[in-house]
């Protein structure tokens, strides 16, 4: 573990983090999937998904947009809250920077409008979506590090990386 400002770096599990809000690295339908957002449906339970459904039904119909962020309930998980958040899938002849900084920045704002103290992220992107680490790590601190500003109430920002060599991008970044 490692703490850059309010922001601590932990090897571990997303869906066990004692914190307000779990950020879920989402894909644009919200009904789970697989690598985080299986395991935060999975865990979570059916209430995730029935709100998810709801949202899809409503205001979401086409799907959550790459950038955008959404809160539902956060069900068996110890959190309060999902912030759901669609990251970009990684191109070496698209710049799609400002689409992952989005995703933190406003899973940040949503989480302060909820009157949330302490949020978890994961490595949003880095999976399947296949972006670089290191790059998603600089994006990732940097943006944290600058919308703390616009969400003063969050006193706690956690980056929850599930692998050593992960961790170690991240710490890298971090330094």
Same mark, same amino acid.
């Given at each position: ?5 309010? +922001? ?26 697989? =690598? ?8 979570? =339970? @059916? ?13 979401? =119909?086409?799907?959550?947009?790459? =950038?955008?962020?959404?809160?539902? $309930? ?17 191109? @070496?002849? *698209? ?6 900084? *989005? ?18 992220? @994961? ?15 600089? +994006?990732?601190?940097?943006? +944290? ?20 060599? $992960?961790? *170690?991008?991240? *710490?890298? %970044? %971090?330094?």
């Amino acid at each position: 573990m490692s703490r850059v400002g309010l +922001i601590e770096l932990v090897l571990g599990v997303i869906t066990e983090q004692d914190v307000d809000v779990v950020v879920n690295a989402a894909n644009s339908s919200l009904l789970g999937g697989g =690598g985080v957002d299986g395991a935060i449906h999975r865990k979570g =339970g @059916p209430a995730i998904l029935a709100e998810c459904r709801k949202l899809r039904a409503g205001h979401y =119909g086409r799907g959550l947009k790459a =950038g955008q962020a959404v809160a539902t $309930t956060a069900g068996f998980l110890s959190a309060r809250w999902v912030v759901h958040t669609v990251g970009p899938v990684w191109s @070496p002849t *698209d710049d799609r920077s400002r689409l992952l900084a *989005d995703c933190y920045r406003n899973a940040m704002l949503v989480a302060a409008g909820l009157a949330a103290r302490s949020i978890a992220f @994961p490595a949003i992107s880095t999976g399947i979506y296949r972006w670089p680490v290191a790059s998603a790590a600089e +994006i990732a601190l940097t943006t +944290i590090a600058e919308t703390v500003k616009e969400a003063p109430g969050i006193t706690s920002v956690r980056m929850v990386l599930c692998d050593q060599s $992960t961790y *170690d991008e991240f *710490d890298a %970044a %971090a330094r």
